[in-house]
């Protein structure tokens, strides 16, 4: 099996696996008060959906022509695998769920950049939110308390607004920031890069507009000369030859000539009383 193979046949599987690790991960969170049973079924959620990560991980390393350079292309998916091992760096998996997804669904958006930059927006904003909240709540000194102020973080962060009445106190916090403000100028990049996109598009339709409409313009000219042409020809077809409108010219005017001159030897004649 080819690398290519193994990624188009897991795409969907892992989306799906990075999606329940992400709710996993969330009601916990938003939920300080879930029931031990509730919580550990979370944990245990998470911990597969990680050995899912890892096994894929390995499977597409043995199956890369290059080995080393696939480590190298891919040092996120390294990390994401290696560093939650400790538990201030555990965030990290989340990143995960947006490679996965990217992944999945990334050869379908293809011309569809400004879907994918909302969801992807939605997707970062709510993830960094949750990030925070787990290692801010309860932080001494710490003044992400709740959902809303740790969102209310996510955007003014993302947006690089940043009030400054929310900010992380923790290392893990400071952590989350610095990937959603990384993330942040990577959409604010696909913004621009898209609109810079679809302007040239637009000059280049309406260049190839002109250039249709200066063909057509050739073309009717070339029409309009062609046309000239032939009714110059019909009409030289139709006109006598010279020499014939010349000898049809010269009889009239000899025959009025014969006429005044016979005129003048009939005055000429005496008349005899």
């Not at 995960?96 to 379908?108: K, Q």
């Not at 290392?171 to 302007?199: E, K, P």
């Not at 073309?219 to 309009?224: G, H, K, N, V």
Request: charged residues 20%.
């Amino acid at each position: 099996m080819r690398l290519d193979e193994w990624e188009h046949r897991t795409e969907w599987p892992l989306a799906a696996v990075a999606v329940a690790f992400l709710a996993a991960f969330a009601w916990p969170t938003l939920n300080p008060n879930l029931p031990p049973q509730a919580r550990t079924a979370c944990t245990v959620i998470q911990l597969a959906a990680w050995l899912a990560f890892v096994v894929d991980y390995i499977v597409r390393l043995a199956l890369a022509p290059n080995r080393a350079r696939f480590m190298w292309t891919h040092l996120v998916d390294l990390a994401v695998i290696l560093l939650p091992l400790l538990r201030p760096l555990r965030l990290l998996r989340l990143v995960t769920i947006l490679n996965v997804l990217n992944r999945g669904v990334s050869a379908g958006l293809r011309g569809r950049v400004a879907i994918y930059v909302v969801g992807a927006t939605i997707l970062v904003v709510f993830v960094g939110g949750l990030g925070m909240l787990d290692v801010e709540r309860g932080q001494p000194g710490g003044n992400i308390k709740t959902p809303g102020d740790a969102w209310w973080w996510a955007i003014t962060t993302i947006t690089t607004v940043g009030y400054g009445e929310r900010y992380p106190t923790s290392t893990a916090g400071r952590l989350v920031a610095v990937a959603l403000m990384v993330c942040g100028i990577a959409l604010i990049g696909v913004v621009t890069a898209s609109l810079a996109s679809w302007l040239i598009e637009r000059i280049r339709d309406e260049q190839s507009e002109t250039r249709l409409e200066v063909s057509d313009v050739h073309a009717q000219l070339r029409a309009l000369r062609d046309e000239l042409a032939d009714l110059r020809a019909e009409l030289a077809r139709k006109e006598p030859p010279a020499d014939t409108a010349a000898t049809a010219g010269t009889a009239p005017e000899r025959a009025v000539a014969d006429g005044a001159a016979e005129s003048r030897t009939v005055r000429q004649v005496p008349s005899h009383g």
